[in-house]
Nanobody, 117 residues
Framework: QVQLVESGGGLVQAGGSLRLSCAAS????????MDWYRQPPGKQRELVAT???????NYADSVKGRFSISRDNAKSTVSLQMNSLKPEDTAVYYC???????????WGQGTQVTVSS
């Protein structure tokens, strides 16, 4: 059974930093691409950052230069370091992965990030 468990959300002032983590189980973590998505209040869920099994990263334009995604294959975790946070970064942040063999998407339960102005 695949499980993704996020942690690290909270309330922070604008300009501050937070680090989110996602612990994965039930998958061959080292070969899976891992994503961070977010869903702001009243808006659709959007892709924030992706890291492939080989470590290649991609970011949404809105977070480039401020956020950094990384992975620790030994611990089956993926992290999102968020710096210079803005009120518009306020959202529920979700960890996601995809199994192409099963054509199945897996989501974590989400963690709330609130940035006050």
């Amino acid at each position: 059974q695949v499980q993704l468990v996020e942690s690290g959300g909270g309330l922070v002032q604008a300009g501050g930093s937070l680090r989110l983590s996602c612990a994965a189980s039930g998958i061959i973590f080292s070969i899976n691409a891992m994503d961070w998505y977010r869903q702001p209040p009243g808006k659709q869920r959007e892709l924030v950052a992706t890291i492939t099994g080989g470590g290649t990263t991609n970011y949404a334009d809105s977070v480039k230069g401020r956020f950094s995604i990384s992975r620790d294959n030994a611990k089956s975790t993926v992290s999102l370091q968020m710096n210079s946070l803005k009120p518009e970064d306020t959202a529920v942040y979700y960890c996601r992965t995809y199994n192409p063999a099963l054509r199945t998407v897996y989501w974590g339960q989400g963690t709330q990030v609130t940035v006050s102005s």
